[in-house]
């Protein structure tokens, strides 16, 4: 692998940047674009063995979910039956924590990079991602000095919370963990987060951690009474945000909203703007204009579609994009029988509904939900001439509203022109024989 190589016809393949027990990460280089890239190569048996799918498959669908500036961009998922690649933003300056290492930062700087940090988490945690390891050394620099939260891999979802509501999951770096994760009774996650800000924004500050100690257990009851002292070169403001950051009790803890609004924290501070996310400023669906084509829908990557649909070869969740199992299904109908029929359950939900050139359905509620109105799309793709796939994804909304209307409604309402499911095993084999018999064929591994 430490030679220069093509990568799927995509993406050259060069030099070695680092490698851990199951995986090694490339320098690579898109093809097309000519852009960098990092390129990460798993060993799928060595995960198996140690039992970190579910850590790998996780961190891919976060990054997905959480496309920010001020987050480390996942490009692209691929896999051979060996391997799995994933193509993630390169990222050339480093670590923050090696500047730290070099000692404490100038105000201004640290409050660029708190403000980068704090607008990253914030967004993460409008998706319902709590990261749970946020440190210095998960957050990257780029080469124009800009902040990337990086490491998903020990994030939380709205589904890891127990019926109390809260995450029970010990994990993290102890010197930047929150007391109430430590105590083994229950955590908010979001709230969690926002003490390990606290660490950082205090490290960065001062050049040291505020809880520390040769004994672990004498470091614990540090953080369990937040025990600590702000060094005199801290400006008070500085120090005020800090203490209200680093409190024990996680119901007093400042929130983001209210760390938004204090002047220290403000002062030269422009909230950026995600990208590759279409939640705001969308016009209203019904406002749009109603458009049909005679045109042929787009053709699904062969690949991804074996590999999310075979039960033999699972990565379904590496190829989504916030997809989760139960919002791809497969026809035997034409797609302008699927469009039909899609349409039909839009106005059968009193939804208003778009139909755009390259066969994708718009559906979006009348009714305001908790994060606006609900907005669903449904893309149409052929992947043989008998096979057609279509899959939903959330423009716009509440997750929990989307996943709802999956469930109750999207899946009863189409039962008549559903072959199967995603995870439904019964008639993948049938599928995948079809979708070979057109002629196409798995890519052999690497």
Known sequence: MEDRNIVFGKYEMGSLLGKGTFAKVYHGRDLKTSESVAIKVISKDQVKKEGLMEQITREISVMRLVRHPNVVEIKEVMATKQ???????????????AKVAR??????????????????????????????DLKPENLLLDEDGNLKVSDFGLSALPEHHRND????????????VAPEVLRKKGYDGARADIWSCGVILYVLLAGFLPFQDENVMKMYTKIFKAEFSIPPWISY??????????????EKRITIAAIMRVPWFCKGFTRPVAFSVKESNQEPIEEMELKRSKSSPPFYNAFEFIS???????????????????SLFTSRCSAAVVVAKLEWLAKKLNFGVVLSKDYKVRMQGAAEGRKGRLLVTAEVFEVAAEVAVVEFSKSAGDTFEYRKFC????????????????????????????????????????
Not at 165 to 176: E, I, K, M, R, S
């Open 237 to 250: 403001e500085a120090k005020r945000l800090i203490s209200r950051l680093l409190v024990v009790n996680p």
């Open 407 to 446: 469930e109750e409604e999207v899946r009863p309402a189409l039962k008549d022109i559903v072959w199967t499911w995603q995870g439904e095993s019964c008639a993948c084999q049938g599928i995948v024989v079809a979708v070979l018999h057109a002629g196409i064929v798995l890519v052999e591994d690497q």
């Open 83 to 97: 391997k799995i690649f994933f193509v993630m933003e390169y990222v050339q300056g480093g670590e923050l924590f």
């Open 308 to 326: 999310s649909m075979s039960s033999g070869f699972d990565l379904s969740n590496l190829f989504e994009s916030g997809r989760r199992s139960g």
């Open 103 to 132: 000692g404490k930062l100038k105000e201004d700087a640290a409050r660029k990079y708190f403000q980068q940090l704090v607008s990253a988490v914030d967004f993460c945690h409008s998706r319902g991602v709590s990261h749970r």
């Open 165 to 176: 509501g809260l995450l029970h999951t010990q994990c993290g770096t102890p010197a930047y």
